[in-house]
Structure formats: C-alpha cells, structure tokens
C-alpha cells in the first residue's frame, strides 16, 4: 500500500493530539493522528482552570484557531456551542470532614477563579469536547484515523505507523512523532524510555464515575444549618473537594446535573483498596461510610458514564526518563501523571501544545536538538515540582487547616502564574524554572515535616503558617493566607481575560 508521507505523526487523539494536530494542519504542516480508540469515548480529567484557558486562549489567537476561542469562558462556551456539554468552575472549594463526627462550618476553604459565572473556567465533558477537538483537527487539514490497529516502526529516519481502522488499510511515514496516547505511552515504550515513577513522592489510587442523583453541597450544607452567606461563589460552581482523613474526593457538577465524582485515597489505604475483594461499589460504599455529610449525597446516587461503572486505577503516577528526543515529543499525560489534585492536568496539556507548536512551526531553529532537550527537561521537572505541591497536601492529613495551609503553595503559584502579563512566548508551566520557589517549596516541605512530627501541635503550626504567609510573599498577589478572610477568598481571580 502507498505510504502517505506527513510533518508530523500524532499517536493519540485524546484533546491534547487533536489540538496540536489542529494548531500544526492550520499552519501548513501535514499532519496525520491515528488514536487506537473511537470518539465519542468516555475520559476523565475535565476541570480546567484560568491558566488553562488563558494558554488556550493565546494558542487560538496566534495560531488562528479564532473558533477556540469561545471554549475558554463559560459563557460565550454556552452561546456558541451549547451542544458541548460542560459544567461552571468559578473556583476551588473545600470541605474538611472528620470520621464519624459531624462537619464542622470552621472547615471550609473557597477560593475564587474568575470575577463572574460567565467568565468562568468550564468542567469539560470529555466525551463532548474531545470528539469536537478531534473533528476540529480534521476541518483544519489532519488526517485522522479512529479504531485503529497499527504497527509502530521505526526512529532513526523516520517513523512509519501502518494499519487498518474499519477494514481500510493506511500507512504514514513521517520524520516527528508525538506521543498522545496518554498512560499508553506507546511512542516511549517503543523506544525503550525508562520509567522512574519511584522518583515521585505522591502514592495515590483514585476509584470514580459520573454519577446522577447526587445534591449539592450547598444543599447538603443548608440542611445542616450551615449559612452560605459568606461563600464568595456558588460553592458547587466550582472543583469541590471533600478533604477525607487519608485522601479527598472530588466533585465536579455539570449543567445537566450529573457530576463526575472520585475518591483518592493516598498511602497504605492504597493497598487495601487495590487487594480488596469486594465489589468496587462496595469499596466507594465502606470509604463514605464513616463521612456523614458525603454518605448522604451519594445515597441515592447512580452512575450514569462510563457504562461499565465504577473505574479503578492502580498508582496513578507515573513519570518517564526522557520527554523528546531529536525525531519524538511526549505530551504532558504521556510523559507522566501525579494526581488530579489541583487539576493539572488539562492546563500542563495546553502547555505543552504550545511549547511543540512552537518548536515545530519554527523551520528556522532546525535542528531541534537543543529545544527538545529544553521540552524535556522542563516537562519533567514540572510533573515533579506538580508532585511536591501534591505530596504536601496528602502528608499533610488527617486535619483540614494543615491541608488547607499546603494549598496556598499551589495557589501562590498559580496565581502568580495567572497574573503575570500574558505574552506571547510560551514559559515553564506553573513556577518550575522558579529557582527561589523550588527552594521555599522544598524548606516549607521539611517544616510542615516537623510540625507532623510534633503531632500537629497547636502552637507547631501556628508557626508553621507564621512563616508560610512570609515565604509565599513574593509569589502571593492576591492576599492568600489572610486569617482575616476565613477560608473565604473572594479577590483571588485574576483580572477579566
Ligand atoms: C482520575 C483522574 C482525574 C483527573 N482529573 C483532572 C481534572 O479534573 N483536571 C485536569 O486538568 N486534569 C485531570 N486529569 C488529567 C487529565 O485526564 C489529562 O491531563 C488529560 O486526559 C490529558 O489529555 P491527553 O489528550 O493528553 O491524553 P488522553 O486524554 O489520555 O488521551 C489519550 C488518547 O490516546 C489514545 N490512545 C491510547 N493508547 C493508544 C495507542 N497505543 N495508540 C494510539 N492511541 C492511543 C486514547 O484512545 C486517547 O484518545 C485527571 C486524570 C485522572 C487519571
């Protein structure tokens, strides 16, 4: 059969291929995505924030995707694509829970991204957006093949990946390979990258589903009697997070009302979640029981996605060697994952569409040795620096106020992030090349380290944060760590993009 000769051979479809390929194809490159699966699929991961739709903001406008640009605000999202289910995500909201003891008003913490629901950041159906972002890709010029059963060859020269999908047989060679598939990693396997996951800190295991019939916190909280009035967002428009004695669930609510919920459970939980025999109903059952408040929205629950139920992971983090070599690039889900703590995950994607876009659409910098090495290291140095803030936060239980306390280091990086002036020229994700702050993380983490060891001892972290609030001074913009707000940051959001 004819081999079809591209720029850039994309393995995986998922939104991260499909929005390179788009941004590659618009900008004369051949492109071809070939994705072992079929859209519309079932994926999880589908909280964006402001630094996600701010990256995919500056993609659109640079690479003349204008029909992207409505996807990174809720409201022109609805206005021009209601068809793509979504849900709100004003901000972040956490609700600390002790077993067996009733919720506590004391152990709330919201902190807000964005100024108003219609400018707001988007809970992504994926099963929606990725078959949009992959159809997408196609209207710019990639050719896309779905369902497919390929062999990979191939690297020194080229890469070449034949096949068939749906009884037609196809074949492409090309010089630049990227690696999309996410955990499949098959560009990495393929050549033999080592995994170094054990150089990762976080130990975590998630079980989750979209599920119909759950209230809302808000519901939960009023029937509790617990006034909302200080609440500076709807709490449910939001990434909501119940902080567990050893772990966190999430809970993310679409407009139809379904909600994508999980349940991360960290360290030696981990084990007796995987070796467990029952059910995995039964295991999401046992891990609520002992939480009133989070029992009580799931009590008539029903999963709705993915038809085969509940879905368990095994360790989620992984993270590889290398990232790119001279003819190869993995995306962010490929080259490594830590937890979808701090929702990540879409955003660090975005990132490293922009930094390939650039790479690839520049014919000048030929060859690319030296900036797919710079891709690499950077890349892997980010999901490391993802895995301290993570780490953190899981170290830190049981007790909501150190957890909360171990947030603000992301929030100080993130927000620093987001305010920074928007140029043009893609950076390190979140603070990673930040030397100074790679530091204070570090000496925060041996600190936070001592206070455990003085069994969380009152005046221990009290000052703890003391010397917190002055460590993220120089990355915390917008007033975190004000014990004069009470958990309730309402100025957090950067100004209207
Ligand atoms: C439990 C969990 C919760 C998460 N929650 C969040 C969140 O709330 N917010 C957030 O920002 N991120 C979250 N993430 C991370 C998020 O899921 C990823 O960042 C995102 O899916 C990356 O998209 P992608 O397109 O790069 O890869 P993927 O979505 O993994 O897509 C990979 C694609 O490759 C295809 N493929 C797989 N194997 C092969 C193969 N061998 N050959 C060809 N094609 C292949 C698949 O069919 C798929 O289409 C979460 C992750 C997990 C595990």
Redesign the pocket.
Known sequence: MTRLHVDVLV????????LLSAVLAKNGKRVAV????V?P?F???????PL?DAILKQIATRYGLQELLPLTQYGSWKRCYSQLRCGVKTGFSYFGHRAGAAFVPRDQLLVAASNSAMKSDT?WL?SDV?LFLCEYAAKQGASIVQG?D?FLSGFNEGWCVEGSAEGREFAFVSEFIVD?????G?VLRHLGVAENSDALKTNST?L?AHFDGVPTVAATLAERGVDLQPHPFNCDAA?VHHVLEDGWM?Q?RFDDDTV?A?ILVNGDSCTAIRQSEKSLQAVWDDRLKPYAFVASQFTNASVVRPQSGLQQ?GR?QRICERAAGNNWAA????AG?VD?LH???????MSCVQRLAAILLNEAAKPRTESLRRYSDDLLSEIRLVDEMVEGCYAALPGFRLWSDWCMLYFAAVTSAEQSPVGNEPTSFLRASDSRFRSMLAEARQRLQRVIDLDRDERAISGFEEWLRAAIGPWNHVGLMDDSVNGMYRSTAAPDR
């Open positions: 393995l995986g479809a998922g939104f991260g291929g499909s070939v994705d072992r699966g859209h699929r994926a999880i991961g589908e909280s964006s924030t996600a809970h994926r990725d497919a390929y999309a598939t996410g955990g499949a098959e998630a989750f990434a999430w993310l994508s999980g992971t989620l995306l962010a889900n490929a994952f979808p929702s990540t995950g879409i955003a660090h994607t």
